[in-house]
């Protein structure tokens, strides 16, 4: 069996930076195009720091063509500012990180209301919000209590587009459903395991990130939403990639290193469900009407052929450890 996907795109991804970003960015090469994390050390927060940063994404691209939508750490701007930034070629939206809620998120937004005046002007101009959901509560139940700030936020700005990224719960589809101006992603790690995958046996801190896996109702509603081709949900992988050293160790660093193989895996996921039809809307035909995007063109042809992880992936000095190391996915990337 094969399928060809038209234009793949992750519509949230870090690559980080220096020798860590030259390491990531061709495991990534697969995709048309992806919206791009801003939570470096420190964030990007200026239009000069993100076209820098894109820059360096492209030379560590090399000769792949690939559409970066570029983000900016949500900070308080002025008009001229947001004006400025509207028009600059590669700018995609605003990422808006409740203070401290995660990796290199101590800039973040404390009070919702310091961002009003920002909020109401990029809804004027049509920029898109991009929300890490998260209270400061107990660590199951953060995304649903900021389910009320999404709310507060949808019929606040009723013309705002926000996308809720990475969403984990049956309560976030439920909130989805209620706001024509709400969107969501949805990671592949979501889509597949729950807290006991991470901790309910032996700890595996290669599946540990923010928001943590949760029950296995919530990632049964959120498969079947992507399954059955739910039109404001978006693939999002949210690949996060940590040196080794920082995920096999006492405090841990948050995130899931999926890039290289989440295509191959969500092919064989879909296949799995006998829905390799709604694929192709979940991995680039949604976010392209929401967002009006038009990435590069790319093909790219998946087929029931195993493919086998690495144990880890090192080069330029760098070591990081995907999701299913050492082992065998269903499918695989047919290469020319
Ligand atoms: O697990 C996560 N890792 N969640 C986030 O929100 C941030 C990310 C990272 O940057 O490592
Ligand atoms: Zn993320």
């Known amino acids: 069996m094969e399928i060809t996907l038209d234009s793949p795109l992750d519509m949230h991804l870090h690559l980080r930076d220096g020798d860590m970003l030259k390491l990531t960015a061709p495991l990534s090469a697969d995709f048309a195009g992806a919206v791009i994390m801003p939570n470096l050390v420190p964030p990007i927060t200026t239009p000069d720091k993100m076209a820098a940063y894109s820059g360096r994404i492209r030379e560590a691209m090399g000769d792949s063509p690939f559409t970066r939508y570029m983000t900016l750490f949500f900070t308080p701007q002025t008009e001229a500012t947001l004006k400025c930034i509207r028009n600059t070629p590669e700018f995609f939206g605003f990422k808006l990180y409740p203070a401290g809620i995660t990796t290199n998120s101590e800039g973040g937004i404390a009070h919702m209301d310091d961002a009003d005046s920002t909020l109401r002007m990029m809804e004027e101009m049509d920029i898109p919000l991009l929300v890490h959901g998260e209270s400061h509560g107990f660590v199951m139940d953060r995304e649903t209590e900021f389910l009320a700030v999404y709310r507060d936020l ?183």
């Open 154 to 336: 949808a019929t606040r700005y009723p013309k705002l587009r926000i996308s809720m990224e990475h969403i984990t719960t049956a309560a976030a589809l439920e909130l989805l459903d209620e706001f024509e101006n709400l969107c969501a992603t949805v990671t592949l790690q979501h889509l597949i395991i729950t807290l006991d995958d991470v901790a309910g046996g032996a700890l595996n801190p290669h599946l540990f990130c923010k928001p943590i896996a949760k029950r296995p109702g919530d990632r049964d509603a959120l498969l079947q939403a992507a399954l059955n081709g739910h039109p404001r949900l978006m693939f999002g992988s949210d690949s996060a990639p940590h040196p080794l050293h920082r995920k096999e160790c006492c405090g841990c660093a948050a995130g899931v290193f999926t890039a290289p193989l989440a295509l191959p895996r969500l092919a064989a996921l879909f296949a799995e469900h006998h829905a390799l039809g709604k694929l192709q809307d979940f991995v680039s035909g949604n976010a392209c009407r929401i967002f009006g995007l038009a990435p590069v063109s790319k093909q790219v042809t998946l087929t029931d052929t195993p493919m086998h992880v690495p144990a880890s992936y090192r080069s330029f000095g760098q070591q990081v450890v995907p999701m299913y190391a050492g082992q065998d996915i269903a499918w695989s990337i047919k290469k020319a």
